[in-house]
């Protein structure tokens, strides 16, 4: 049957008189909705869930769909997800249910509110999880399963925990989850997709949805079935076409480079002559209040396309050739040993002190021709030639039960610190004599797995328990504690010497705790020794690497890493991650890169930075690159963070612009998902426009205007069970719901807090500052005259100062922030009550949320202002602060909401209380919007404006209100009133 502009739904006489769904969609023109990628007009409905108990529940929908799209990729066969409904935040893991197709099996599922742990009838692997919790898997191949291109009846019913799903009248599979009662919540409905852990929508139908049900009910089989077969007169048998959604924007993409962009033919026509100086000097320099590229004294624009090996020399080099013609000279290219990807450079390092340089000038030279003006970041990977692990069997990176990522060592081997010191100076060495040295700015110095130095191995699991790291462990133990009796006075055990010690298990490392959501000191010695271990043992490889990086070279280039992603991260026990404090310190290394959140990148949201602590890197005059690793609509994956139609993708391109801008960064574009996904003219004829700009705004202003601090404590991390969903809460999503509050902010790591040229703030919002450090009374100190020196207010979370080495202490959180405490053990599945909204509650909305706290904290000060209560227990409070400023406690996670009213409180100004993102400097403002309609931006003064999008001049306004849609993004120049240039 072929659906078109002449099929009408008929009414839902099909159902039982007596039973009338209590809500339903169903499109308005009649038609069946097309839902697909990319999406369009996705339907997102406010869900009546006052009508429903959650102890039985049933939808049911009547839905075709479609087969694989040729040329997108979606799906690989009918395996992939299909999303029917969703309800919930999957950003916050508060999913009421989710109903889809995975391989054309009905998935029900939902997430434990207490747990956040997935439950009910779910795909795993490539099976289903059916039975009692899940417990018995069913290979998918063996499952009911919808038919593609013909309408199906599919349903789900829940009982009490138990749940049944249905294809065409038949039941499909039965199981049961923990969970008695769905929590229904008031979140919208969203049909035709899923949502990703971002809370961005992914796993599009592709196919028709014909209409969806809900009942408060579980429907019984005979019910099911007997509404299968009345659905039948609406929607009969016969094959259903299914138009490609995505078409239409293939139409004129090319791939294959055949058809060249219009912009690259101008280019090609009329190609710059080559560079002509012998040498060239890259260093770092402070400008304009940010850190900035400087080349032969002149600050230049260093906006960066990288390619990944995993396309044809030629497609790399047609898509260099499209950024030259874009206007960016800077280039990334990857040098790596494996042989895995044979296209770019590979295979250079043969074995130790014998390599081929002829592929490393083979591919340059190539990149200097698509672009006679490049400037070429080489990405110099440090991993190790195969057979090389055969040789040192005792220093590969291994699992405890000795699993390995192939021939690559442990970071503490010293036989590896050798050989890729030596291969990669030689490198260096061959690349500074070559007749194109002067297009080389710089080395991006990758170590271990994804190049970004984790250990290698830890894919695999909890590492490395290889018998060189385990020497090397003891070797830091001797020097951290001197003698075998003060190891076994830290350990509390009296068999442990530094000849006997061992790397603690993986049940002793991983998901476990001895004092709820901490690590207990005085227990857990060994394994937060363990931590420490790991992180410094990957400084001092980085800091030994860029050491010899310099050394190599005959003129300054720039030094890079991958580091610093303990703001993103949900597992550090395995990254070693904790030491950004002493890369920062480190005079070798100029620049930090990382990707852009991936769960946190879609439009919307922030695009914030992996590395996120940008006002600690301007302290310390290290640039930063957002690697901008961007999937764009016509990436060939079904990822969260794809941006499925081409509007977003620009919009959300044009944020990494503005956030670059208002954050004083760089800008790395990653074709990571292959050179062809940004070879369409819109996407290059954006790039260009940003070329231009960056060009022409390299003098505009970019000090901070920031009047709140986040503080952030790596050091507090090691003290954390981090499977733990809080661990989250006060540290990456702090960080988001920042970007959401409505003030330009700047993040510092804790240790930061007591450099002298760091700047004072009207707010200081202490994340995770649960540690003071050894000398805790004098760490307190420090922080009270930080805070007296313009008797700035604090926002303390959760469980200020707490953690000592001799114990816990709430006296210590007492003397730290002026509020008395009441340990609460534990606090379980309370919901949040705020007084009448005023001062720091001000803004706060109602919190869905059940919160549960082990250890907990009351606040039992007499005359604190108490603005929040779980269970009757003060947890959301202010008081005047020993420093003599407000003090304000929460220990409930951070909301928009509430950072915004304990900042207006403070006296700080609000540029935007709608909840978008707003992000400024002195020279700079970007607002992208969170959601349709009029967004209001109230200046901190009179401002002339520049819309750098369309030209537009604004001569002296300090308010402005805009009709925004939903990932809109808008970026200003901003100038005094006077100010010309705009």
């Not at 969970?179 to 979140?187: A, C, E, F, G, V």
């Not at 309609?933 to 819309?947: A, F, S, T």
């Amino acid at each position: 049957m072929k659906i078109g502009s002449v099929f009408v739904l008929a009414s839902l006489v099909f159902l039982s008189a007596a039973l009338e769904p209590v809500f339903e969609f169903r499109p308005a023109d009649g038609k069946p909705y097309h839902a697909g990628d990319p999406p369009e007009d996705l339907p997102r409905l406010r869900f009546p869930e006052e009508k429903f108990s959650g102890e039985q529940f049933t939808v049911e929908a009547w839905v075709a769909p479609g087969g694989v799209v040729p040329g997108t990729f979606q799906f690989i066969g009918n395996n992939g997800y299909r999303g029917i409904v969703f309800k919930g935040n999957r950003g916050r893991m508060n999913v009421d249910f989710s109903f889809q197709l995975y391989d054309m099996v009905p998935n029900f599922s939902l997430v434990n509110p207490d747990t956040k742990i997935w439950e009910g009838i779910l795909r795993y692997h490539d099976k289903l999880r059916t039975g009692k919790y899940g417990t018995e898997l069913v290979p998918l191949k063996e499952c009911v399963k919808a038919e593609p291109f013909r309408w199906n009846h599919v349903a789900a019913a829940f009982d009490k925990g138990k749940i049944t799903t249905y294809v065409n009248g038949k039941i499909a599979a039965c199981g049961t989850s923990r969970t008695r009662s769905l929590p229904i919540s008031d979140s919208a409905v969203q049909i035709g997709c899923g949502q990703g852990d971002g809370g961005g929508s992914m796993a599009f139908f592709n196919g028709y949805i014909g209409s969806v049900s809900f009942y408060d009910t579980a429907l019984s089989q005979e019910q099911i079935a007997e509404n299968f077969r009345a659905g039948k007169n609406v929607y009969p048998d016969g094959r259903v076409e299914v138009p490609r959604r995505r078409a239409a924007l293939f139409a004129g993409y090319s791939p294959d480079f055949r058809r060249k962009l219009a912009l690259t033919e101008r280019f090609e026509r009329n190609i710059p002559a080559p560079l002509q100086e012998k040498n060239s000097k890259f260093e770092v320099v402070m400008h304009n209040g940010a850190p900035a590229i400087r080349h032969n004294g002149e600050i230049v624009p260093c906006m960066t396309v990288a390619v990944a090996p995993r396309d044809s020399d030629e497609k790399m080099n047609a898509s260099l050739r499209d950024f030259a013609a874009a206007g960016m000279p800077f280039q990334g290219l990857l040098m790596q040993n494996m042989t895995i990807w044979r296209n770019g450079i590979y295979g250079w390092f043969l074995a130790p002190g014998k390599y081929d340089f002829s592929r490393i000038d083979t591919v340059i030279q190539a990149a200097v021709r698509a672009n006679p003006r490049a400037r070429i970041m080489l990405r110099l990977k440090l991993d190790m030639p195969r057979g090389w692990a055969k040789l040192h069997r005792r220093e590969a990176g291994c699992t405890v039960d000795g699993k390995t990522d192939r021939d690559q060592p442990s970071f503490s081997s010293p036989a590896w610190r050798r050989d890729a010191m030596e291969a990669m100076q030689a490198a260096i060495r061959h690349i500074e004599s070559s007749s194109y040295a002067h297009h080389i700015a710089g080395y991006l110095l990758s170590g271990g797995r994804a190049s970004e130095w984790y250990w290698w191995g830890s894919h695999h699991g909890l590492v490395d328990y290889s018998p060189v790291n385990r020497e090397a462990f003891r070797e830091y133990l001797k020097k951290r504690y001197r003698t075998d009796a003060a190891l076994r006075k830290a350990w509390n055990r009296s068999d442990v010497s530094f000849g006997t010690a061992e790397i603690p298990s993986p049940e002793q490392r991983s998901k476990v705790s001895e004092y709820g959501f901490f690590r207990y000191w005085p227990k857990a010695r060994a394994v937060i020794d363990y931590r420490m271990f790991a992180s410094d043992t990957v400084a001092d490889c980085i800091s030994m690497f860029a050491a010899g990086a310099k050394q190599a070279m005959k003129t300054p280039k720039l030094i890079g890493v991958f580091y610093g992603y303990t703001l993103w991260h949900r597992e550090l026990e395995n990254q070693g991650f904790h030491a950004l404090n002493r890369i920062l310190r480190d005079p070798n290394v100029d620049f930090l890169i990382g990707p852009t959140s991936y769960d946190r990148r879609r439009a919307g949201q922030e695009g914030d930075y992996l590395c996120g602590y940008t006002a600690s890197l301007r302290l310390h005059r290290k640039f930063y690159f957002d690697e901008a690793d961007m999937r764009t609509c016509f990436a060939v994956n079904n990822n969260v963070y794809r941006t499925p139609t081409l509007e977003e993708t620009l919009n959300v391109h044009w944020r990494s612009f503005g956030n670059s801008l208002t954050q004083g960064a760089g800008i790395q574009w990653l074709l990571l998902e292959g050179v062809s996904t940004f070879h369409h003219e819109k996407l290059m004829e954006q790039f260009a426009g940003m070329a231009r700009l960056e060009k022409s705004l390299l003098d505009q202003p970019r000090h901070s205007v920031a009047e709140v601090a986040l503080i952030v404590d790596e050091t507090s991390m090691m003290f954390v069970n981090d499977a733990k969903k809080q661990h989250q809460d006060y540290v990456r999503n702090a960080k988001a719901e920042c970007g959401h509050a409505g003030f330009p902010f700047d993040t510092y790591l804790f240790s930061d807090l007591f450099e002298d040229n760091m700047p004072d703030y009207k707010l200081y919002i202490f994340a995770n500052v649960w540690h003071l450090g050894l000398d805790e009374y004098e760490v307190l100190r420090k922080i009270h005259a930080r805070l007296s020196r313009n008797r700035a207010s604090a926002l303390w979370f959760y469980a200020p100062g707490f953690i000592t080495y001799g114990g816990n202490s709430l006296k210590l959180m007492n003397r730290l922030t002026g509020f008395e405490f009441r340990l609460e053990r534990p606090v379980r599945r309370a919901r949040l009550e705020v007084a009448a909204p005023a001062g720091m509650s001000k803004y706060m909305k109602p919190d869905p949320e059940y919160y549960t706290f082990d250890p907990g904290f009351s606040v039992v000060s007499p005359d604190a202002v108490i603005h929040g209560r779980l269970r009757n227990l003060p947890v959301l409070a202010e008081i005047r602060g020993p420093w003599g400023g407000k003090s304000f406690y929460s220990l409930t996670r951070p909301t928009a909401g509430l950072l915004r009213g304990a900042a207006e409180a403070a006296g700080v100004h609000i540029w935007n209380r709608s909840g978008d993102l707003v992000r400024a400097n002195a020279g700079f403002l970007m607002i992208h919007a969170d959601g349709n309609g009029r967004k209001e931006v109230r200046l901190p003064g009179k401002r002339r404006l520049k819309n750098l999008a369309d030209g537009t001049v604004l001569p002296a306004v300090d308010r402005l209100s805009l009709d925004m849609r939903h990932g809109e993004t808008v970026i200003y120049q901003m100038n005094p009133p006077a100010a010309s240039g705009l």
